[in-house]
């Protein structure tokens, strides 16, 4: 509990604000966070009497099971305000072994002579980064400019209380499975219900209502139901129906999922593409009679979409042009099965994903992807003419993009990021709003009843650890126990402590595991809708750098180990993916120049900055300073560059790794680890997942053993592993099931 953090007094020189959070003294105003003010509080309520720390932490954090480390930063910020420090101690006094006291005289002063403070902005040089448990004022929360000073309350601050008396073998708390969050409605509107249609561990993707919005239709995967067939579910009685013969797989044949079922505007067939090992081929299901027939051979496509024009005569898909190699619209007549391809994307390299007709028929909205740029578009493509028209245009995934009922206005599901939900954006404002959240994989819109129906992923990931057991064997188990979803291990380079980020609740929180003792340390907790990645050590151990993502950008923060500060990156651009050189005098990131993001680099010591790389890349690793190990956006290969330096006159780039069926590499100084599937397994034995180990001076792989399968995600770190390669660190996809779910608006 905070105790009297509104009253207002004067410390010596200084006034304390209590309604206002500030301290003020000849004019110059530094804010203090609400537990700094209920320290000071209380020390000034026993002016001159010693207060042990247990009695401070009880009477501020309410709870004697906080770890004292909070109160000392909590004092030490304190004492920066006063201009004191540890060893000159003229307002607060620290008395060996039994706590702390208030030196300087208090006057009280009452609430109807405080003096009035004017309502502006102040810049805040101790602010800490992060809200705690108990609420904050908003303007306090933020930094009021990209690069200044932040002061983090403690290094190690708590979650919850009863998250600080983590076990000896570290275990969290159980929360409970966490469901899908509404998030807050744009305006004034109540926020959105869910409605569960499926419990159950099959695997649904890409649904569809019917006109009526009577019916939904859908891909399901199942050991029941093999490769992928639609079934069809009625929302008034619930009645599952598997359609046609035609979803049976052939003989020894890979059947795909039968993808992104449409309802022809009439409500009397469903179309869809079937995809075996002899090719792929558009069929039409007849509901009334369940007779089925084949419109023609699907046009050549990297995507699944298909949708039917409103007067019921074409279909729209995709199709990939060979010879720019991108992705462009093609349009099938729904009666003979001929193929009219529109005019393709203006630029290479691009894509149209998932187009939807517009209710009048006379466009098509897509999302438009630029893997050049990493962006995603929404936007208009004219039917007649193939003009594009763009609407809206981010930095996040966008996964859909559906119509309102009076065609003004587009919704699209962002996935992958810190706002994963439901968004809409005005066609002519071009305004956004916030319609739900939740992490889905698939949506439609019906405008009958005005809901969403949405394919929910529900998924536990956790880290898992590989290491030498007796007599040679290998010991591979989970690291942690009753854990939240955990990812991005890594390891520090004396192989002694462990960074992760675990989300609980959609918050994401950078932990510390230390190997030595098995105990876990809270070092930062995001906000909601923030999402922390990629954190990394530098070559002592003394800081760690993390990203922290959000719809208003990324942007890196630096944590000092030892004395519990921590600094934004001073920059006005997205920044992220931060590491060191291995001899500390370099720093490396990854930063969005004028659209364009790139590989940077800065001597710590000179200040001096170069762009490195222009290229859009998932993952990059810099460690002796001369090698770039970087992989590309959307591919399986790692690639390396020789930077330039005084000999040379321009770097050189070659494929250093093609990975197969994942994205899981680590780098060292000299060779690199990485996981794939086994070459030549014994007869008679699974294919397994195998660590490898290439030295970069040969080139050679070299199999060091097998681990347990890990999560295949593109993008950021999955895998960590000592320099000798003894033991590794990797996140493995434990659990994972998807669900149908109704979404009011």
């Not at 649904?207 to 399901?220: C, E, H, I, N, T």
């Not at 800065?602 to 900055?609: F, T």
């Amino acid at each position: 509990m905070e105790k009297n953090t509104a009253a207002n007094f004067t410390v010596g020189d200084f006034t304390v604000h209590g309604s206002r959070n500030l301290i003020t003294r000849a004019g110059a105003e530094t804010a203090i966070t609400p537990k700094m003010l209920a320290v000071l509080t209380e020390l000034a309520s026993h002016r001159g009497k010693t207060l042990s720390k247990e009695h401070l932490i009880l009477a501020v954090w309410g709870t004697p099971h906080t770890s004292d480390m909070v109160l000392s930063r909590a004092i030490s910020d304190l004492r920066k305000v006063f201009g004191d420090s540890a060893r000159q101690q003229a307002y607060i006094e620290t008395v060996t072994k039994q706590g702390y006291r208030l030196k300087q005289a208090v006057r009280w002063q009452p609430d109807a002579v405080a003096a009035p403070l004017p309502i502006k902005q102040t810049q805040v040089p101790g602010q800490q980064l992060l809200p705690e448990a108990s609420p904050e004022p908003e303007h306090s929360r933020e930094p009021e400019k990209r690069g200044g000073k932040i002061k983090v309350k403690t290094l190690w601050p708590v979650l919850l209380a009863v998250a600080v008396l983590l076990t000896a073998i570290g275990q969290f708390p159980d929360k409970g499975t966490t469901s899908d969050v509404s998030g807050e409605q744009a305006g004034k509107l109540t926020a959105p219900t869910f409605t569960y249609l499926t419990r159950d561990q099959d695997y649904e993707r890409y649904l569809r209502f019917s006109v009526d919005g009577k019916m939904l239709a859908y891909s399901v995967s199942s050991k029941v139901l093999p490769g992928g067939k639609i079934q069809l579910r009625s929302l008034k009685d619930n009645k599952l129906t598997t359609l046609g013969a035609g979803a049976k797989p052939e003989e020894n044949a890979v059947v795909s999922y039968d993808v992104a079922p449409a309802f022809s505007p009439d409500g009397k067939e469903i179309a869809y593409k079937h995809f075996t090992q002899s090719g792929c081929l558009i069929r039409v299901y007849h509901l009334l009679d369940g007779s089925e027939r084949e419109l023609g051979p699907c046009p050549y496509a990297q995507t699944h979409a298909l949708d039917w024009s409103p007067d019921g005569k074409q279909l729209v898909t995709t199709v990939f042009n060979q010879i720019r190699k991108i992705e462009g619209l093609a349009l099938v007549d729904a009666t003979s099965g001929n193929t009219d391809i529109l005019p393709p994307p203006q630029h290479p390299a691009s894509g149209y994903l998932w187009p939807r007709f517009s209710p009048n028929g006379k466009s098509i909205a897509v999302v438009y992807y630029q893997p050049n740029s990493h962006l995603w578009t929404l936007a208009l493509v004219d039917k007649a003419s193939g003009a594009f028209n763009e609407i809206l245009v981010t930095g996040e995934e966008v996964s859909q993009v559906l119509w309102d009922e009076t065609g003004d206005a587009l919704y699209y599901l962002l996935v992958n990021s810190s706002n994963d939900g439901i968004w809409k954006v005005n066609l002519s404002t071009k305004e956004t709003a916030f319609i739900a959240g939740t992490k889905s994989s698939s949506l439609d819109f019906d405008e009958v009843s005005g809901q969403f129906a949405s394919i929910t992923r529900e998924q536990q990931v956790n880290i898992w650890q590989s290491l030498p057991g007796l007599e040679g064997s290998r010991l591979a188990k989970p690291l942690f126990k009753n854990l939240p979803q955990t990812a991005y291990p890594s390891l520090s380079a004396d192989n002694k402590m462990l960074a992760f980020v675990s989300t609980n609740s959609d918050i994401d929180s950078l932990w510390l595991r230390s190997l030595d003792d098995n105990y876990n340390r809270l070092v930062f907790q995001g906000k909601e809708k923030q999402k922390l990645v990629d954190p990394a050590w530098s070559p002592d151990g003394k800081q760690l750098l993390i990203s922290v993502l959000s719809r208003e950008g990324s942007r890196m923060v630096t944590f000092d180990m030892e004395l519990g500060d921590a600094d934004y990156f001073a920059g006005d651009n997205n920044v992220k993916m931060g590491q060191w050189s291995q001899d500390g005098a370099m720093l490396y990131w990854y930063e969005e120049v004028d659209g364009i993001w790139q590989i940077m680099a800065k001597d710590l010591v000179s200040g001096q900055r170069q762009s490195l790389l222009q290229h859009p890349v998932s993952r990059f690793a810099i460690l002796d300073k001369k090698h770039l190990h970087y992989q590309k956006i959307g591919t399986v290969k790692v690639h390396s560059r020789t930077l330039a330096d005084n000999k040379s006159r321009a770097p050189v780039d070659k494929m250093l790794l093609p990975l197969k069926n994942g994205y899981e590499w680590d780098a060292h100084a000299d060779v690199i680890y990485y996981v794939s599937p086994e070459a030549s397994p014994k007869p008679g034995e699974k294919k397994q997942d195998i660590l490898y180990k290439m030295p970069l001076a040969t080139g050679q792989p070299e199999a060091l053993y097998a681990i347990e399968p890990i999560m295949m995600a593109d993008g950021g770190r999955h895998l960590s592993v000592s320099s000798d390669g003894t033991m590794a660190f990797y996140t493995k996809l434990e659990q994972y099931h998807t669900d149908v779910v109704l979404i009011s608006r």
